[in-house]
């Protein structure tokens, strides 16, 4: 069935951060197309029944690099896709096709608050990668709400831009389960509880910042909510959400 597809792509990287979550890479096969930071390819492998079987995901790699398409995926056990993706080995044969979507940064000169669950972390690393090598500078506050602290990917990389100061980056991320992280010393709880004390501290505010939202749709609704009472209005808060609120399969991606 694979190799009777016209593919138009091949999976060229897989680095697995643990188990069930992946930075993997796919390579266009023809002209690449470009695409804005935040926005989404659509892959596709065909199934069983012999069907092409789609689902959008948020480029992580910089706009300006089109060699292959980076992106941060979770296997999601009983899931159509992703079973699929984790079957396959590097060089194997996948369709893309790109760029879609409107979670891009706006131009209104705020500080950005970006607030991302599990992989939701893909859209904000395109982002922060291409205003690096744009040399482009804009206040940034990264909050990244994971389970365990094993599930930080790309840890390492934001902390050397904020402490090497390749931007104005202020990095934090919070483990819900931290009984199960006897190494981890930082945040805890599920990104949504610690947002608002986040606010505060930081001295972020409907006048100075816009908040950006990725991933698991009840950490936006949540958040939503308390920026809705604290006076953002609908503009200042942008979201993706990866799949239909209530419709959360598994463990949860926090
Ligand atoms: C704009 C956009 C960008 C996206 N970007 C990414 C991305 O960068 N990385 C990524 O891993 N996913 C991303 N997703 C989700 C992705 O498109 C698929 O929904 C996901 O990979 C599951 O696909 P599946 O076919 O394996 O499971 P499906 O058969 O589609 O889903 C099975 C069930 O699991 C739920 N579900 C889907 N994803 C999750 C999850 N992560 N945790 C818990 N429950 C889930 C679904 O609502 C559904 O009820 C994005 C979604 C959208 C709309």
């Known amino acids: 069935m694979v190799e009777d597809y016209p593919y138009n792509g091949r999976l ?16 266009a096969l023809a002209e690449p197309f470009p695409f ?13 029944s012999g069907k092409l079987i789609q689902r959008p995901m948020s480029i992580s790699s910089p706009a300006d690099d089109l060699s ?6 979770r296997h999601v056990h009983g899931g159509e896709f992703t079973p699929l993706l984790w079957q396959i080995r590097v ?5 893309i096709k790109g760029a879609k979507g409107k979670f891009v ?27 690096i090598d744009r040399r482009e500078r804009r206040d940034i506050h990264l909050l990244h709400g994971v389970s365990h602290d094993s599930d930080l990917a790309w ?11 390749l931007l104005p980056l202020a990095y934090a991320g919070t483990v819900s389960r931290p009984q199960a992280c006897p190494n981890w010393d930082g945040l805890t709880g599920r990104v949504e509880s610690v947002f608002e004390a986040e606010l ?9 910042c816009t908040i950006y939202l990725c991933g698991n749709p009840d950490m936006i609704s949540a958040v939503e909510e308390v920026a809705t009472e604290r006076g953002f209005p609908p503009e200042q808060v942008r979201k993706e959400l990866y799949w239909p609120k209530g419709r959360s399969h598994g463990p949860p991606n926090d």
């Open 36 to 48: 804005a930071p935040g926005q989404y390819a659509t892959l596709g492998l065909v199934g069983e």
């Open 105 to 131: 940064l706006q131009d209104d000169g705020r500080t950005c608050l970006f607030i991302a669950s599990g992989t939701g972390l893909a859209p904000f690393m395109s982002m922060l990668e291409t205003l």
């Open 68 to 73: 292959e398409y980076e992106f941060f995926i």
């Open 155 to 165: 840890r390492d990389r934001l902390t050397e831009i904020a402490q090497a100061d």
């Open 12 to 27: 060229s990287r897989w680095d697995e951060v643990v188990d069930g979550l992946a930075i993997v890479a796919v390579q």
């Open 200 to 208: 505060d501290r930081r001295g972020l505010t409907a006048d100075n």
């Open 91 to 95: 060089g194997d044969p996948i369709n």
